[in-house]
């Protein structure tokens, strides 16, 4: 699907300006913090997801994205179950999320995982 979106408009910064400031986080997230995954088939990067631990028992769920192309694949449903994964063995019995509104796929994808719509959080 195309959601004719203007990447400055929806996240506040070009793509180059949002890896920048993006960048450091995700390469900073080593255990016991938090962890961030690659997801490849046949040498092909599909997606890639972090989890990075908010407090003692409580982790999040970070840039989960699974590129177009492999998406119904049941990708998304790998990598989620690999970062839950990954957060109850850094000590995690609780996880949280962000993702935006026209997310539908994505969202049926954290409910049927059990998660619950909820306001914003302080961290996210």
Known sequence: MNYQLDAASDIGQTIPEYVNTHLPEL???KP???IVYLLKDEGNVV???AIRKLSYETGEIKR???RPLYRGRGYGKQMLNKLLEAGRELGCSGFKL???KFMTVA????KSAGFTERDEYLES
């Open 32 to 34: 016991p913090d938090g």
């Open 107 to 110: 969202q049926h994808l954290y």
């Open 98 to 100: 962000e993702t935006s």
């Open 47 to 49: 997606g890639m997801g």
């Open 64 to 66: 989960m994205y699974i």
């Open 27 to 29: 390469t900073s997230l």
